[in-house]
């Protein structure tokens, strides 16, 4: 079965250090989404993308945050620099249409900064 | 804005007795409602999801929900937990318009006793 997949799966970096998550969505899907998850609180959207866009984000996607479909098949979320509330699990998610379709999501990266 | 409530942070239940696991939504149209599951170190996994039709859904595993517009509700049900199923289990309600974020609730963390 197809599955969503993310790198890497833990990543440890410093304040104020730029990190790239990166994300392979099912291959056939057009829809894609970054959610995050700080320990211990639920899971949010940050970011959905479409057709080489930014469909919609949330107040959290701030302007350190950035989302490029680099090929045909990767997905990246950037943050230019990382502050340390920006530790938490990354999930990527696709889905192949909008509007009720059902999103799959990747096993999600923990990112820590300290 | 919609958001999901799930009232129970953590459930305990004994390996073959019945589960329910509650959880309460806010939209103000039609929503698509969703249940995911996530084991340790692992992703978000769809359970089963509601959009339209008949309210009583099946999904994975063995387990169902039950969508209760009066009540706001989206309930998931087991009728005999395995020690498998110990995972957090969390609700989602997406919207029916534009990219559909998802909007989760804070999980709820079902432990089975043997």
């Known amino acids: 079965e197809p599955e969503v997949t993310q790198t890497p799966s833990h990543q440890v970096t410093q304040m104020g250090q730029e990190v790239i998550l990166r994300c392979v969505p099912i291959?056939?899907?057009?829809?894609f989404y970054w959610y995050r998850q700080i320990l211990g609180q639920k899971v949010e959207f940050l970011v959905s993308?479409?057709?080489?866009?930014?469909?919609?984000k949330s107040e959290i996607f701030d302007d350190q945050f950035s989302v490029e479909r680099p090929d045909g098949s990767n997905f990246t979320l950037k943050i230019r620099s990382t502050k340390l509330e920006d530790s938490a699990m990354y999930f990527c998610?696709?889905?192949?249409?909008?509007?009720?379709?059902?999103?799959?999501f990747g096993p999600g990266t923990r990112l820590l900064v300290l | 804005a919609q958001s999901v409530t799930q009232p129970d942070i953590h459930i305990t239940v004994s390996e073959g007795a019945s589960l329910e696991l509650r959880c309460n939504y806010s939209?103000?149209?039609?929503?698509?409602l969703f249940w995911y599951v996530q084991s340790p170190g692992q992703g978000l996994q769809l359970l089963l999801k509601?959009?339209?039709?008949?309210?009583l859904v099946q999904g994975i595993k063995g387990f169902e929900a039950e969508f209760k517009r009066s009540q706001s509700s989206f309930n998931l049900r087991k009728p005999s937990v395995h020690w498998s199923d110990a995972a957090e289990y969390f609700c989602a309600v997406g919207t029916n318009t534009g990219f559909q974020k998802l909007v989760f609730g804070t999980g709820t963390r079902l432990l089975v006793s043997p």
């Open positions: 998610a696709s889905s192949e249409r909008r509007g009720g379709e059902t999103q799959y």
């Open positions: 291959s056939n899907h057009l829809y």
């Open positions: 509601y959009f339209s039709g008949d309210t």
């Open positions: 993308f479409y057709n080489n866009e930014i469909s919609e």
């Open positions: 939209y103000g149209a039609t929503p698509y």
